[in-house]
């Protein structure tokens, strides 16, 4: 039986959204132990939801059900979805969130209650699909199984030349520039630019370079990152996500 539920929203801490959806877990889920992935996905945003939910699931243990809500069509004829992957559970919008699972997880279409509120699907559909899964019911239980969840996947690096051409899928709060290249790609001695400005030979670390000067790396996810040693990458370039990298 799972017990472990993450929460990934975009709703951020100042209102009691978060609260309620936990409220609604912990009322089926005695004792469940609720993790906060995050809560400041920028608004809307699908795209950095997957980025982020991407790197970090499989660090949690089998049976795990993850609740990720980024979710601007709300109350439109999107569906709803629960998902089953690698051990794990999913929950989710069905507007291109769950994209990177592997193509033989498991869907399903949950059903919206009529009482759920159109705007609060978190709160009405996903928790009560994720509570369910933590009590172990079995997928297909919870909904009409589906082959064709909507695919959105974050875009992939290409070959070109003696290079490699990639883009910024995402930025961190350090305004650190996230990469898709990975460094399987690359060799030693590689040299990085972004948006057409020169960053220089790839680095092991921020120390690197001097304090304020632009380093590349191999981050912890292990794509190429560009950064700004104690500054912001993403304001000293004045670039963010889609800008081009090629090393």
Request: hydrophobic residues 45%; charged residues 15%; aromatic residues 6%.
């Amino acid at each position: 039986m799972a017990t472990l539920i993450t929460l990934l929203t975009d709703f951020g801490d100042a209102d009691g959204y978060v609260a309620e959806v936990k409220g609604v877990l912990l009322s089926r889920v005695h004792g469940a132990a609720l993790v906060d992935i995050t809560h400041q996905v920028p608004p809307g945003n699908v795209r950095a939801a997957q980025y982020i939910l991407s790197r970090v699931w499989h660090h949690f243990p089998r049976e795990t059900v993850h609740v990720a809500v980024v979710d601007p069509g709300v109350g439109t004829e999107r569906r709803a979805l629960a998902a089953a992957a690698a051990g794990h559970y999913f929950v989710a919008p069905d507007n291109g969130l769950l994209s990177f699972l592997a193509p033989d997880a498991h869907f399903v279409s949950l059903p919206i209650p009529a009482n759920a509120a159109p705007t609060f699907h978190a709160r009405d559909v996903f928790a009560p699909a994720a509570g369910q899964l933590a009590l172990g019911a079995a997928l297909t239980h919870l909904g009409q199984a589906i082959t064709d969840p909507l695919r959105a996947p974050l875009p992939t690096p290409r070959q070109e030349g003696t290079g490699v051409v990639g883009d910024v899928i995402y930025v961190d709060r350090f305004g650190t520039l996230i990469s898709n290249i990975p460094a399987g790609l690359i060799g030693s001695g590689a040299h990085v630019t972004v948006g057409g400005t020169d960053v220089g030979m790839l680095r092991r670390t921020f120390a690197d370079v001097a304090s304020g000067q632009l380093v590349a790396f191999v981050g912890s996810n292990g794509t190429v990152e560009i950064a700004v040693r104690d500054g912001s990458g993403a304001d000293k370039l004045r670039m963010g996500v889609g800008a081009e990298v090629r090393v």
